[in-house]
C-alpha cells in the first residue's frame, strides 16, 4: 500500500534493535485519513470470506481495525491484555510473550462476542515474531470459530512469524513489507500485493 | 443522541455498584456504525473551534476518537497507560485514579506530538468522577496547549465529575447522560441536547 509506505518512509523512525517507531501515525498519534485508507484495503482483499467478525488486541489494532470493520460491515472485538486475570469466567484467554518489553501478559475475549459460527479476520499493527497473532489464534480456536486470515499493517519480514504462520496454511496480508532496517534504512520487500 | 441511547438500552448492562456495561458496542466488542455517528457527532458539536488535535486514553476512547478525528480532519492521540514510568524523558505524564480498579496509573503522551499553537479536543468513552480528564487536562496545560472542551460518548450524571468541570468552564457534550442506574434500570437525563 503506496500511501502507508510513503507515510513509513517520511515519519517512521529506526532505533536501535530493529525497532521501527511509528508514533507519528500508528501508535500513539493516528492519522485517521490513513487508517480509512488502510481500513478499504483490507475490506478489499478479505472481501467475499463471509467475514462477520474481526479481532485485534488493544491497543494499536483498534484504529485500523475498526476503519476495517465498518468498511466490511462487521463489529471488531478488542482482545484485553491484562498482568493477571482474576475473573477467568466465561473468558478465552491465552498468555502472549513480547519480545519487546519481555513480559508475559494475558489476553482474553468474552465468550459473549465470539463462536463456533464465526468467521474471524485478526487484525493488527505489527507482526515480527508472531507471538501476538498466535495469542489471537489460540482464541479463535478456543472459541471454535473459522479463521479467514490475517490482516497486517506493517510486517518485519527479516523476522520469522510470518514465514511461519504461512507455512501453517494460514493467510496473511501485510500492506507493508519491511525487508531491512539495518543502518537505519528502511528497505521494503517487494514480494507480493504489498 | 438517539441512536447511542437505543443501543444503551438494547446491549447495556446495569451491574452492581452502579456499572454500566458497554461491553456489547463500546468497550470490548466495537459497532463500527455507531463509532462513525459518533464521531460524526462530535465533529458537528465542536465544529469551528479551531480544533487540530484530538486527545484521548487507551483503549476504549480511541475508537470514538478516531471517528472523531477523521471527521474533522485531525490527528489523534491516545495517552497511554503505564503502571510505573521508565522512561520520563520527553514526555508530559500524570497520574489517574481509577475508583473503579482502585489503582493509580500514569498516563503520558509524547512531546513530540503535542504543544503551545495545538487546540485539543479531549474525547473519552466515560466520564463519572472525571479523574480521566482532569489528568488529560494536566498534560493539556503542561504542553501550553488550549483546550477547546471535552466530548464524551457516555456521561454518568449521578457522579459528580461533569458538573465539577463544567463549573470550571470546561465544555463538556456528552452524547449520552445516565441520571439513574438505581434497581438495573436505566434512565437518562433529558437535560441539554442528549
Redesign the interface.
Known sequence: MQALKDKIMQEGKVLPGSVLKV???LN??????L??EIGETFAKKFANQGINKIVTI??SG??PA??T??NM??????A?KSKSLTLKDHLYSTSVYSYTKQTTSEIS??K??LGKDDVVLLLDDFLANGQALYGLIDIVNQAGAKLAGAGIVIEKGFQDGGKKLRQQGIRIESLATIASLQDGKITFSESGAN
Open positions: 508514533d507519528a501515525f500513539h498519534q493516528i492519522d485517521p485519513v487508517m480509512k488493544e491497543s483498534i484504529a475498526v476503519m470493520g465498518l460491515g462487521v463489529p471488531v472485538i478488542f484485553r475475549v468474552s459473549d462476542f
